[in-house]
Structures are given as structure tokens and as C-alpha cells.
């Protein structure tokens, strides 16, 4: 007979899985995790435009090494013509130009090309691992560039779109900005045109020159010559002479600055011997990004 004051048993106690919660619980994390970091992922990467790198026009430029141009004997009625007439040729670099994405920057490079505005002048600087420098303005007989007056002035330098493509691998060709170095006054003639321009050496990208610098080409034949001007050996500042170069700096001592222009000039004279454009049947060659 049921009374109140009698003891119940518990009542039965459910199975439990102890070995479905762990696991459900690492899978709610994981998953809490992953959408979180996907959606960092997708915030921090936008997809990259559609950029149209085809190759509209084709240009080569020659190189050589030329071993009398800075002998002491030299004259002032001396020039490459003269002081080269036995230089070594290096090779031919075939560059391909996307014109249909920077056009002002492609034509004027063409127009330097086609006027030999760049030929018999000098590969300035070299950085190893990186990439070389080439159209330095000024002189004529220091194997500097002078420009056609009327070459276009380029407002691409000023245009964000102009900058999206990267440095990413050896071969690539652009105009020269943040690692421009014309004398201050040839940039303030209010007729300047900067033509200085760099292609990568590799053997690895140069992302420190991304977002800054004109992208506008790519080596289509020559990377063993690339290879070649990368080898030749470039002057290099001992520390101690970098520190004294730092400490006049740091006081504003513009000789600091000056004594830097020779920091990563080849030790041999290496120049353009000859430019010009190569005509092709169809001028608009398949896309091939950088």
C-alpha cells in the first residue's frame, strides 16, 4: 500500500553518451573558428581587379660592357662611340608592353625607344637579388638620357589604378618613381619627364616596390641576359662608412646624400648599345600577367 513517507526510488537514470559531447563541442569550435578567420581572410584580401595585360607592343634593348669607358686618359671629345668601339655584347632583351592598361607610360617608353633617346647610356645602379636601374637623366657624355621635347607628360604617375600590378617576379618591367634618382634639378624643370626605369632581377619578387613604381611590361626573351647584368659585381660601402654616412645624415649634411649616388654602381661600365621596336603581324599578342 503506497504512503506517502515511503522512499521512492530515483527514478531511472538516462544512458549517457559521454563520448558525443566532446565531440560536439570541438565541432562547434572548429567550425566558429574557421568562419571567423575566413571572414577576417576575405576582409583583408579583396579579389584582385581585372587587369588587362595584354601585350600590345613589342621593344628590345641591347646590352654590352664596355671595358675603356672610364680609362683616366679619357678626353672631353670622347664618347661611347669612340671609347666602345670594342665592347662585349651581353645579349638582347625582348620586352612586351601592356598597353591597353598604362597607355601614356607604354608610349612614351616606345617613343624613347624609337628615337634611341636611350641608347649608348648606362646601367647606374644595380641592387643584387632585386633588380637594376637604367635611364638616368642628364649628360649625354656621362652616358646619361636625354629626353625628346616632346614627349608626353604622363599623369599616370598620379593615377591609383596605374599602380595595381606587383613586382612579382624576375622580368618585370617599370617606370621608375620611388627609386628614381634625378638630380633635383632636373625633376623641378617644370618640362621634366621621368623615364628612369628598373626591371626585376629575381630570383624572388620585390614587394617593396609595389604600390609605388609603374608596372608595364615583362621580359619576353633574355632573362639569361637579366641574369648576366645582376652577376656584375656593384660598389659596396663598408659598414663603418655606412654609419659615418648615417650620423651625417642625422646632422643634415647634404654630402651624406651625394656620397650615396655611388652605392650600387657596377664596378664595369654596363650600357645600352642599341633600342628600338619589333613590329609583329598582330600586334596584340595573348595576355600574360606579371
Known amino acids: ?20 559531447i566532446p ?59 669612340t671609347l666602345c668601339a670594342d665592347s662585349v655584347p651581353l645579349g638582347r632583351l625582348v620586352l612586351g608592353l601592356y598597353g591597353h592598361l598604362v597607355p ?19 646601367v647606374h645602379k644595380i641592387f643584387p637579388g632585386q633588380f637594376f636601374l637604367a635611364g638616368r637623366q642628364g649628360r649625354r657624355e ?3 638620357v636625354k629626353v625628346p621635347q616632346d614627349l608626353t607628360r604622363n599623369i599616370e604617375s598620379v593615377d ?26 632636373i625633376k623641378l624643370d617644370p618640362e621634366y619627364r621621368n623615364v628612369e626605369f628598373l626591371i626585376t632581377t629575381g630570383p624572388g619578387p620585390c ?9 608595364f611590361g615583362v621580359v619576353l626573351e633574355g632573362l639569361d641576359v637579366v641574369t648576366s647584368i645582376a652577376s656584375i659585381p656593384t660598389y659596396k660601402p663598408s659598414d663603418r662608412i655606412r654609419q659615418f654616412n648615417d650620423l651625417a645624415e642625422f646632422l643634415g649634411d647634404e654630402r651624406a646624400q651625394n656620397a650615396r649616388t655611388i652605392w650600387n654602381k657596377p664596378l664595369k ?14 600586334p596584340s599578342l595573348t595576355p600574360s600577367l606579371p
Do not use: W
Not at 160 to 185: M, Y
Not at 209 to 214: A, P, V
Not at 269 to 282: F, H, N, R, W
Open 104 to 122: 601614356l607610360t607604354v608610349s612614351n617608353f616606345k617613343t624613347m625607344c624609337t628615337s634611341y633617346s636611350y641608347k649608348n647610356t648606362l
Open 23 to 81: 565531440s560536439l563541442l570541438s565541432s562547434t569550435t572548429i567550425t566558429r573558428r574557421s568562419f571567423l578567420l575566413s571572414t577576417s581572410l576575405s576582409t583583408l584580401s579583396p579579389p584582385r581587379p581585372n587587369l588587362d595585360t595584354t601585350i600590345t607592343d613589342r621593344v628590345f634593348l641591347d646590352f654590352s660592357i664596355c671595358s675603356n669607358y672610364l680609362r683616366p686618359d679619357r678626353t672631353l671629345s670622347d664618347n661611347f662611340s
Open 1 to 20: 500500500m503506497y504512503s506517502p513517507l515511503t522512499p521512492q526510488a530515483p527514478p531511472p537514470l538516462l544512458p549517457h553518451h559521454h563520448h558525443h
Open 160 to 185: 591609383s589604378k596605374a599602380f595595381e600590378l606587383t613586382h612579382s617576379r624576375p622580368g618585370i618591367l617599370s617606370l621608375c618613381l620611388s627609386e628614381n634618382d634625378d638630380e633635383d634639378d
Open 269 to 282: 661600365t654596363v650600357y645600352i648599345s642599341d633600342c628600338g621596336e619589333l613590329k609583329v603581324a598582330k
Open 207 to 215: 614587394p617593396q616596390l609595389d604600390s609605388k613604381n609603374i608596372v
Open 142 to 144: 656621362k652616358g646619361e
